[in-house]
């Protein structure tokens, strides 16, 4: 399991530059954006399979992430980072101790918005909490408000494009290179990585999303 561990608040909340945006900003630096923008790459990018974002970024030039992702997505991965990293660190941590060690501890970490595994869960429900639901909710509504903020979000795109050219390496960067960076209409499909790989590059698991309003 390869984790890129955010930085959180206290309160285990992640992104605070980006989620205090207000709908009266109109800028944002490259680096006051850096951490929203590695979040991206490492997390929500992979609510789509590597292959359908090309595919995307084909039929969509001069359009980048920030356009193909919605405000759901967004607001989804961030939930559900919240949510798990304290397990994820946590089943990180037993993988590199030997048998007995692993054997004799104690499991500590639990999910913060969601039922634990094993909760025997009514017909139709999915186990998020409803503080969980209210979150996402709250986070939604503020990310759409920032998406149609079009001056901001232009600011973003540029500093998307700023990224990928800052970091080329064998993640998203190099198989959607062309949603956003300059040289993205020169890579062929024999320079992709295999969707497999994609997936097991930086392993994380996300439910499906709901299609955005």
């Given at each position: 399991?390869?984790?890129?561990?955010?930085?959180?608040?206290?309160?285990?909340?992640?992104?605070?530059?980006?989620?205090?945006?207000t709908l009266n900003t109109?800028?944002?630096?490259?680096?006051?954006?850096?951490?929203?923008?590695?979040?991206?790459?490492?997390?929500v990018s992979k609510l789509?399979?590597?292959?359908?974002?090309?595919?995307?970024?084909?039929?969509?030039?001069?359009?980048?992430?920030?356009?193909?992702?919605?405000?759901?997505?967004?607001?989804?991965?961030?939930?559900?980072?919240?949510?798990?990293?304290?397990?994820?660190?946590?089943?990180?941590?037993?993988?590199?101790?030997?048998?007995?060690?692993?054997?004799?501890?104690?499991?500590?970490?639990?999910?913060?918005?969601?039922?634990?595994?094993?909760?025997?869960?009514?017909?139709?429900?999915?186990?998020?909490?409803?503080?969980?639901?209210?979150?996402?909710?709250?986070?939604?509504?503020?990310?759409?408000?920032?998406?149609?903020?079009?001056?901001?979000?232009?600011?973003?795109?540029?500093?998307?494009?700023?990224?990928?050219?800052?970091?080329?390496?064998?993640?998203?960067?190099?198989?959607?290179?062309?949603?956003?960076?300059?040289?993205?209409?020169?890579?062929?499909?024999?320079?992709?990585?295999?969707?497999?790989?994609?997936?097991?590059?930086?392993?994380?698991?996300?439910?499906?999303?709901?299609?955005?309003?």
């Open positions: 399991m390869n984790l890129k561990v955010m930085e959180r608040t206290d309160d285990g909340k992640i992104l605070i530059t980006f989620i205090s945006l109109i800028t944002i630096t490259y680096d006051q954006h850096l951490e929203f923008l590695t979040f991206m790459d490492f997390y789509s399979a590597a292959r359908e974002l090309k595919t995307w970024s084909v039929n969509n030039p001069g359009k980048t992430l920030l356009d193909k992702l919605t405000a759901s997505d967004i607001a989804y991965s961030i939930l559900c980072y919240e949510n798990g990293i304290d397990v994820w660190m946590e089943r990180f941590q037993m993988k590199q101790m030997n048998t007995a060690a692993r054997y004799a501890y104690t499991h500590t970490a639990t999910l913060k918005y969601h039922c634990p595994p094993g909760t025997k869960l009514k017909a139709y429900q999915d186990g998020w909490t409803q503080q969980g639901r209210d979150y996402y909710h709250t986070l939604l509504e503020k990310i759409k408000g920032l998406k149609v903020n079009k001056e901001l979000w232009e600011v973003m795109r540029d500093n998307w494009r700023m990224y990928l050219n800052k970091n080329r390496r064998g993640s998203f960067m190099h198989v959607a290179a062309s949603m956003g960076g300059h040289n993205g209409a020169e890579m062929e499909e024999d320079d992709m990585l295999d969707e497999e790989d994609i997936n097991h590059a930086h392993a994380i698991d996300l439910p499906d999303d709901d299609i955005e309003d």
